[in-house]
């Protein structure tokens, strides 16, 4: 099984990106709080991940902390919620805010993602309530347990940036019209794709 890669981040477009391990190129795929925090193109950088084998395709899911990945693993573990399910939850919303979500029983904000019906979150925060105490109890001395804060810096790309916030939102599962609205609603002029992603995304919360 494949638990870390470390490598040069040649290729990232939301939520995939591209790794160069020693001349093998590995693609994974990201939750977006994840991809926030990814440096600039061809720096090194340590991925933590998730191999997942289907009858159909070989899938390796990414994230900087092991904290992330082990809230995905939690996640996975719930009745209805898959790995791109799983994704979408933690893209979404910081893993410290689905935190919140399950201390609250706040519905209403996970029925607003992509693909999470009100069963499906009745689930997520039954299920999730004692596993979250646990993880977070093992989590603790760890500076960031569940806090996720970007500290990348993206250039601007001018005339993609909407085409590229549109595209992530659309590999969430969020419809075409709905991912247009947001991402046209939130848009200033100079900003970053990955700043518009998050922007749209809150905007839907």
Known sequence: MIGRLRGVLVEKQAPEVLLDVSGVGYELQLPLTSFYELPELNQEVVIYTHFVVREDAQLLYGFVTKQERALFRLLIKTNGVGPKLALT?????????????????????????????????????????????????????????????????????????????????????????????????????????????????????
Do not use: W
């Open 89 to 205: 939850i933690l893209s979404g919303m910081s893993a410290s805010e689905f935190v919140k979500c399950v201390e609250h029983d706040d519905i209403a904000t996970l029925v607003k993602l992509p693909g999470v019906g009100k069963k499906t979150a009745e689930r997520l925060l039954v299920e999730m309530r004692d596993k979250l105490k646990s993880l977070m109890e093992a989590s603790q001395g760890s500076e960031r347990e569940f806090v996720l804060q970007s500290n990348y810096s993206a250039k601007p790309q001018v005339n993609s940036a909407e085409e590229d916030a549109i595209a992530a939102l659309l590999s969430l599962g969020y419809k075409p019209a709905q991912a247009s609205k947001a991402v046209s609603g939130v848009y200033q002029e100079d900003m970053d794709s990955e700043t518009l992603i998050k922007a749209a995304l809150k905007s839907m919360l």
